[in-house]
C-alpha cells in the first residue's frame, strides 16, 4: 500500500510538471503568435508602399515617353545618373556625356536631348 502512495505521489508530480511545462509552451506559443502577426502586417504595409512606389515610377516612365517630365524629377533622374557614371569611371569604364538640361521654349516646358519635358 505504501508503495502504491508513493509511486501515486510520484506520478502527481510528474503530471503538475508536466501541466507547468504545458503552459510554458502555451504561453511561448501565444508569443510567437503575436510576433508573426505583427511581421505579416509589416510586411503587408511594406508591400502597400512598395506597389505606391512602383506606381509613382510608372507614372513618370509613362510620361517620359511621352515626351513630358517634372523637372524635379528630371533633376533626381540626372543625378541618379551621375553617380551611375562616377561607380562607372571607378570601374574604368568610358565616361559618357551627361544629358544637358535646357529652358524650353516657354510654356513649362523643359527639354533634354530632343525629348520635351514639363516643368512643375
Not at 540626372?78 to 551611375?84: D, F
Given at each position: 500500500?505504501e508503495?502504491?502512495?508513493?509511486?501515486?505521489?510520484a506520478?502527481?508530480?510528474?503530471?503538475?510538471?508536466?501541466?507547468?511545462?504545458?503552459?510554458?509552451?502555451?504561453?511561448?506559443?501565444?508569443?510567437?503568435?503575436?510576433?508573426?502577426?505583427?511581421?505579416?502586417?509589416?510586411?503587408?504595409?511594406?508591400?502597400?508602399?512598395?506597389?505606391?512606389?512602383?506606381?509613382?515610377?510608372?507614372?513618370?516612365?509613362?510620361?517620359?515617353?511621352?515626351?513630358?517630365?517634372?523637372?524635379?524629377?528630371?533633376?533626381?533622374?540626372?543625378?541618379?545618373?551621375?553617380?551611375?557614371?562616377d561607380l562607372?569611371c571607378?570601374?574604368?569604364?568610358?565616361?559618357?556625356?551627361?544629358?544637358?538640361?535646357?529652358?524650353?521654349?516657354?510654356?513649362?516646358?523643359?527639354?533634354?536631348?530632343?525629348?520635351?519635358f514639363?516643368?512643375?
Amino acid at each position: 500500500m505504501e508503495r502504491n502512495s508513493r509511486s501515486s505521489t510520484a506520478q502527481e508530480e510528474l503530471i503538475g510538471r508536466m501541466l507547468e511545462e504545458v503552459q510554458r509552451v502555451d504561453v511561448e506559443r501565444e508569443a510567437c503568435q503575436r510576433q508573426c502577426h505583427r511581421a505579416e502586417r509589416r510586411l503587408q504595409e511594406q508591400q502597400e508602399e512598395h506597389q505606391r512606389v512602383i506606381s509613382i515610377y510608372r507614372t513618370h516612365l509613362l510620361s517620359a515617353a511621352q515626351g513630358l517630365m517634372d523637372e524635379e524629377v528630371f533633376l533626381v533622374l540626372s543625378g541618379i545618373w551621375k553617380l551611375q557614371q562616377d561607380l562607372s569611371c571607378r570601374e574604368g569604364v568610358e565616361e559618357a556625356e551627361a544629358p544637358s538640361f535646357r529652358g524650353g521654349s516657354g510654356g513649362g516646358r523643359l527639354a533634354v536631348e530632343g525629348t520635351v519635358f514639363s516643368e512643375s
